[in-house]
């Protein structure tokens, strides 16, 4: 499975831009609220360096990179838990993404229409992050009333999901996100199936003007510190105009504004980050691969990413740092060197780990 972010905000605050920016896709953007109605998805391959040299060094027939999912959901507003501006049907679309990306304007441009009149970074996080905790207060309270008929019949479990559903409450309705309310994993997975908006890691994204105006990120910068929540900048405008361009000339382009990198590979590797998410590499004549796996994942799991065979049947796993294989050259090269290690069922696997499984079924 792709990792999924929902890209969510205020209307025209540049979702749809930096969406477009993000896929090269074509989604509508327009001067007016709701101009997205639907979720645009986009599948896009993430940007590995790695794995462009493993394809080159073992002359691999396919190259094979790890994806990403981006969601544009539709602007929300102030009053969408209840239904405001097609509130709810935007909400249930971001229900079953992995993070969020919250865009939150920073330019100012008087041919852009602000819903709010004028931009004020806090205020809008705020209308945004309000509505996220009201819709979860929505699911909470549903839950609640559901489980009563088992709290009667004396369900330990129901008795166990009872008092969940009282702590997230009583949390929310201090206008605390999920993320926030001290849940322990087991009490997570009582109420998963709940598909807490304000449980999901957050990422907040300052769009600035293309002048690098950083006017109201600082204010950005403090809320997501106390939130423990991550920031990137981005200028969505000159990104899309990037977009635009063949990928030689963009990367050249790129470097002559000083930019170290794009804001895919901004918010991809931030996106990395806040899941917990690393990399590692399967190689050879036939292809160069990359998967995605969260950190501290044992090797039979990780091996069963490749195929469900390899975890049932894991006997060990032959292990390559990268740093390793480019000093060295090639597999052979790494053993000679003592280089290459054999690790069994309890090795959690490294960001940067090229991997030879070795299974039996």
Same mark, same amino acid.
């Given at each position: ?142 839950? #609640?009333? !559901? ?8 369900? @330990?479990?129901? %008795? =166990?999901?009872?008092? +969940?559903?009282? &702590? ?45 105006? #950083?006017? !109201? ?8 510190? @106390?939130?423990? %929540? =991550?920031?990137?900048? +981005?200028?969505? &405008? ?60 044992? %090797? ?62």
């Amino acid at each position: 499975m792709a990792l999924s972010i929902g890209i969510v905000g205020l209307p025209n605050v540049g979702k749809s831009s930096l969406f477009n920016a993000l896929s090269r896709a074509k989604a509508n953007v327009s001067n007016y609220p709701f101009c997205t109605i639907d979720p645009n998805i986009g599948v896009v391959e993430v940007p590995d360096d790695r794995l462009d040299y493993l394809t080159k060094l073992f002359s691999s027939k396919k190259t094979i990179p790890t994806c990403i999912e981006f969601y544009d959901i539709a602007g929300l507003v102030k009053g969408a838990a209840q239904g405001e501006g097609l509130g709810n049907k935007f909400l249930s679309h971001i229900r079953e993404v992995d993070a969020i990306a919250h865009v939150v304007r920073c330019f100012k441009d008087p041919n852009i229409t602000h819903v709010s009149g004028n931009v004020d970074p806090k205020r809008d996080i705020e209308v945004i992050n309000l509505e996220l905790i009201l819709a979860d207060l929505s699911q909470v309270e549903k839950k #609640m009333s !559901g489980i009563k008929p088992r709290m009667k019949s004396q369900d @330990k479990t129901a %008795a =166990k999901e009872s008092e +969940i559903l009282l &702590k997230l409450k009583n949390g929310l309705s201090a206008g605390t996100p999920a993320r926030e309310i001290n849940l322990s994993d087991d009490e997570k997975l009582l109420v998963k199936d709940l598909s807490l908006l304000t449980i999901k890691p957050i990422l907040y994204v300052a769009n600035i003007d293309e002048t690098g105006d #950083m006017q !109201g990120v600082s204010v950005i910068e403090e809320i997501a510190k @106390k939130e423990g %929540a =991550k920031v990137i900048t +981005i200028s969505t &405008k000159l990104e899309a105009e990037i977009a635009e361009l063949p990928p030689d000339e963009a990367q050249a382009f790129i470097e002559s504004m000083g930019f170290k990198e794009s804001a895919l590979k901004k918010l991809i590797h931030t996106g990395y980050e806040l899941l917990n998410l690393i990399t590692f590499f399967t190689a050879g004549d036939k292809e160069s691969r990359a998967w995605t796996i969260t950190r501290g994942t044992k %090797a039979p799991q990780a091996a069963g990413k490749i195929h469900s065979d390899m975890e049932k049947g894991f006997i060990a796993a032959e292990i390559i740092h990268y740093k390793d294989m480019v000093e060295c050259g090639s597999f052979a090269a790494c053993r000679d060197r003592g280089l290459l290690h054999t690790e069994g069922k309890s090795y959690e696997f490294q960001d940067g780990d090229i991997v030879i499984i070795r299974f039996n079924v």
